[in-house]
């Protein structure tokens, strides 16, 4: 097999309300999919969304990545040979792990279609057929927020994220109020987004464990390693890395430094499946547990995280797989999605490739 072509569109999707965060709001979600086509008329489906207040990466810049640097380094290519591909896309274009993310799942997704297999078995088995999904409270006022928590609470979600990282009392208070309406098996984190000072920090997080958070995420800016190790060392509740690991070396330097319980990998942030896999072994090996993360995207790229998880029996925080479940109608995996926002779980499609209805 050798890749011939490769082939992109862009795809939007607007949010059930508009989704938010400290350091943006978006509308709707916009996807560029492609499609890597072999000489033979076989093909395979990736996918990236730039989230621009998140990365910087716009869809200009990720559509000119793909398609003049990463995508022609491809041609000509075994579509198998992932190790090779991602030396030649890094030959082709530094950084850019959005493109060569998109470029990555299409190749994982060609192959196992090749094969006559689904992508977990590509990535080392399946650990547990079914994944369970955080829900995400996206920011709203604090009744609004309360209000959805509990809704999906008692859809079977037994992780609860909200966003937080604006006002730190705020946050103290939402935390407080949501866990009053929770179960008690059920596990409650809050993303800050890198939104709280370094000087109160400790004393937020305090004050968090205090009011029942298990789980911060990224309450620091990414920079700040040594203050995220403080924040682990003074104990209370669990840290989570996200904007701080954007790559195999970021995870390394966040294992030496002691600075996170768990790693949040997103297989868009850190450029593909094929990284993805690499930080997954190093967080095995440090003995810390991964959780698989959104930006959020659509179907497709979801999907490729859901196999992964799938594989890991160290990704034991639940996935963020709720991308195709904020937007109004999904184009790309509706079937693979159909019961996950009434269960709070998702059954890790077994059909060719990685599962999506393209």
């Not at 403080?230 to 600075?259: F, N, T």
Request: aromatic residues 4%.
């Amino acid at each position: 097999m050798k890749i011939a072509s490769v082939h992109t569109r862009v795809v939007r999707a607007p949010y059930r309300r508009p989704f938010v965060i400290s350091s943006g709001t978006s509308p709707e979600l916009v996807s560029l999919v492609v499609e890597v086509r072999t000489a033979d008329g076989l093909s395979g489906f990736g996918e990236a969304s730039p989230m621009t207040a998140y990365t910087g990466e716009t869809l200009a810049g990720l559509e000119a990545a793909l398609t003049d640097h990463a995508a022609p380094a491809l041609i000509g290519r075994d579509p198998r040979d992932l190790a090779g591909a991602h030396l030649a896309m890094d030959r082709a274009i530094r950084g850019q792990h959005l493109a060569k993310a998109a470029l990555d799942i299409a190749l994982h997704d060609l192959s196992a279609r090749a094969a006559g297999r689904p992508v977990h078995l590509l990535l080392g088995g399946c650990v547990r057929p079914r994944v369970p999904t955080t829900w995400v409270v996206g920011l709203g006022t604090v009744d609004e927020m309360v209000k959805e928590a509990a809704e999906y609470a008692t859809r079977g979600f037994t992780h609860i994220k909200v966003k937080g990282g604006e006002d730190p009392d705020l946050d103290v208070q939402l935390v407080r109020l949501v866990r009053e309406v929770l179960p008690d098996t059920a596990e409650l984190c809050l993303d800050a987004n890198e939104g709280y000072d370094p000087g109160t920090a400790g004393r937020t997080v305090a004050r968090l464990a205090d009011a029942g958070l298990d789980l911060v995420e990224q309450p620091l800016p990414r920079w700040d390693l040594t203050g995220m190790a403080g924040l682990r060392s003074s104990g209370g509740v669990r840290v989570m890395a996200d904007e701080s690991m954007q790559s195999l070396h970021d995870a390394m330097e966040i294992v030496r430094r002691g600075a996170a319980d768990v790693l949040n990998i997103k297989i868009l942030k850190v450029g593909g499946l094929h990284r993805a896999r690499q930080i997954a072994a190093l967080a095995e090996a440090a003995g810390l547990s991964v959780k698989l993360g959104t930006m959020p995207e659509l179907g497709v790229a979801t999907l490729a995280a859901a196999h992964l998880a799938a594989s890991l029996p160290h990704a034991t925080v639940p996935a963020d797989l709720v991308g195709p479940l904020l937007v109004s109608e999904e184009p790309l995996a509706p079937t693979a999605f159909a019961h996950t926002a009434d269960q709070g779980w998702l059954a890790i499609p077994t059909t060719p490739g990685l599962g999506h209805d393209l």
